[in-house]
């Protein structure tokens, strides 16, 4: 595709290709949160069936007398145990979010460098593609990992200093 009308046909497709990834992902994040409220309802309903047949099993008031004071310390070291765990599905579920858009955007960043490189030889002009590469860049030094220690973006062409 050479011409100049392969070009827009590339970036909308690398456009879709992006949002079609990132859509996935949060249903992937979605589903991984439904699984975990579904869990602790199901804990939840467990805990109730256990209690309601201890306070039925009671034979005397005197048990009976203490079974709140027991069952309140049960649930307090669970929901604790449910508090960690939240937090744990909470990091996991949005790194492996963070890091699927991360590399979503590096490839879209690569179709869209491949497009852009193809329009120059379909007779686009240099202050446009100049005016991309500097995008790009931005887009680059954003998606670097922590701590790469990436050089900074390089200004486009043209570019005014402040």
Excluded: C
């Excluded at 329009?119 to 790469?148: E, F, H, I, N, Y």
């Amino acid at each position: 595709m050479n011409d100049v009308t392969g070009v827009p046909l590339r970036l909308y497709r690398a456009n879709l290709e992006l949002q079609a990834r990132i859509g996935s992902l949060l249903q992937q994040s979605g589903t991984h949160w439904l699984d975990f409220a579904q869990r602790l309802a199901g804990d939840g309903i467990a805990e109730s069936n256990a209690e309601l047949a201890t306070v039925l099993k009671a034979g005397d008031w005197e048990k009976l007398a203490t079974l709140p004071v027991d069952i309140f310390w049960r649930q307090l070291q669970q929901r604790v145990g449910d508090s960690q765990e939240a937090a744990q599905i909470a990091v996991n579920a949005q790194t492996e979010f963070a890091g699927g858009v991360q590399e979503a955007l590096i490839a879209w960043q690569k179709e869209t460098a491949e497009a852009l490189a193809s329009a120059k030889d379909a007779g686009v002009d240099a202050a446009t593609l100049d005016a991309w590469r500097g995008l790009q860049d931005a887009w680059a030094a954003l998606l670097q990992p922590p701590g790469t220690g990436a050089p900074p973006p390089k200004k486009p062409a043209g570019a005014r200093k402040q």
